[in-house]
């Protein structure tokens, strides 16, 4: 019979598999950042615009051949892992990378042909057909790198999942600016970013054979095989097609948001509005990992019978993910100013309004936002996924532009934050009907109470006092944090059995260790010390 003890386990690997995935990212997202630096300095502007031009037709068709596989790789890997189906998981990763080097070659060679219509018909600029078809061979490259990655983290292997993240970064970013050092200018630019696909993609290859798919059969126990299991291509494009087609609508929200802020916005409010994006990423890069590593523990629960306590894990997922994102989120916009003040200096001070719409939307994980997206998928339950998505985006095109009109940019981002406040309630109640799943609203409250109440004296020293930049950075961010740490256990957004619970969720962590350690022995002073009043 399981136990809470067993929930907890999975959490614990969740936990874990984040960090390592927040590293790798973290790690690559640095190294991409110089890169990009250097590479724009030493091309100077007009050919760094080339340089980025160019990009233009093979990112489409990446965007348009992905099909979901790379979800697809994580949900059914996970799956076949836990059933411990083990010719079933070689015949579908043999499947999906085969699939997947067919369609990525022909995107290439069609990118390679039509390089000059391309250069005409997408972006009116004919001087860059010849570096469309250098970068033909990205297309095939990048894809096949993102299926790999996929499979890593279905696999259990966020470790594998994060060296290739970071060979993918250290390989772009060390030969791009090498090349152009060496007089190759643009094209050195562009060999750079190809090889940086091209290595770690065989390098990954490389991993996933010795490391997983070689040594399934003692991996992965002894349990007979699911002779009857359905690994036909027929069942991935199933569940994958409603997640690429929730990419496509990404995408096409991305690209209307951008013709609504060029209609209705200022150059200036355009470029603080960027500013704010960029800073924003802040929390992006830790949500991210979360997400990732729930996708395939909902899968594992599922597959090792656990369905009827889903709920339980999800509940648990939301309140710690919350404990960790809402904070942090409520201290992004007390310090918003202070930080687009250091970061981009005092021209871009606008910024950190934009920046309070951004962390408002990231605090909706208290309800189960993108949580119940990786629910949904774990589950192979993509339509689900697909429907919020087109709410999401309906949503989104009925408001902005009566918002976008009088208001600008205030106006867009308040749009984004009551389309994924509604979406996330839709997932919700589709979650409560279909799936029987009710989330512990009062524990996110309580977080929320935590998180507004410790917000106040931050952000009234940042309003009233003119400190410079980063002395209020750290004022602000030191007085928010203590206030939070004091209030939360009076609140009880936090308890004793939280605190046991994420001891044995991240008290494995070294790297984590210590910093949870002095958070709790502070939590357990402060609730022994109501225990005694």
Known sequence: METQSDIIDFAERSAKNSLILFIGDFSSTAVLAISSILVARLLGPENYGVYSISFVAPALLVSLIGLGLDSAAIRFSSKYMAEGSRRLMQRFMRMIISFRIATGFAASLICFILSDFMAVALIDR?????????????????????????????????????????????????????????????????????????????????????????????????????????????????????????????????????????????????????????????????????????????????????????????????????????????????????LVDVIYGAGYIQAGDYIVFYSMIHMLIGLGSGIFISLFNGLGETSLTLRVNIINLAIFMTIAPLLADPYSVPGILTSLLISNLITTLYAYDMARRRLGINLNLSASARIYASSIISAVPAAVMAYYLNMPGIVGLVSCSVIYAIVYLTVAPILKAINMEDLRNLERIFGGIRLLKPLFRVIAVYESRVMNAMLGS
């Open 126 to 338: 004919p001087s860059i057909a010849p570096y469309i078809r250098l970068l033909s061979a990205v297309v095939l490259f990048e894809t096949l790198f993102s299926l790999l990655y996929g499979f890593f983290i279905g696999l259990n292997s966020a470790r594998n999942a994060s060296i290739a993240r970071i060979l993918m970064a250290v390989f772009k970013g060390f030969t791009a600016p090498v090349l152009i050092i060496f007089g190759l200018g643009v094209y050195g630019a562009l060999v750079g970013h190809i090889l940086g696909y091209i290595i770690p993609s065989l390098i990954g290859l490389l991993m996933l054979y010795f490391n997983h798919y070689r040594r399934l059969k003692t991996t992965y126990g002894l349990e007979e095989d699911n002779e009857n299991g359905d690994c036909h291509l027929k069942e991935t494009i199933k569940f994958s097609l409603p997640l690429y087609v929730s990419s496509l609508l990404a995408l096409l929200l991305s690209n209307y948001q951008a013709i609504l802020l060029a209609k209705y916005s200022s150059d200036l409010e355009i470029g603080c509005f960027r500013a704010a994006a960029n800073i924003s990423m802040i929390l992006t890069v830790i949500v991210s990992p979360i997400l990732l590593a729930l996708f395939p523990t909902f899968s594992r629960l599922n597959s090792h019978g656990f369905r009827e306590r889903i709920g339980e894990f999800l509940n648990l997922s939301v309140k710690y993910s919350s404990l960790i994102i809402i904070p942090l989120a409520a201290l992004l916009a007390c310090v918003s100013r202070y």
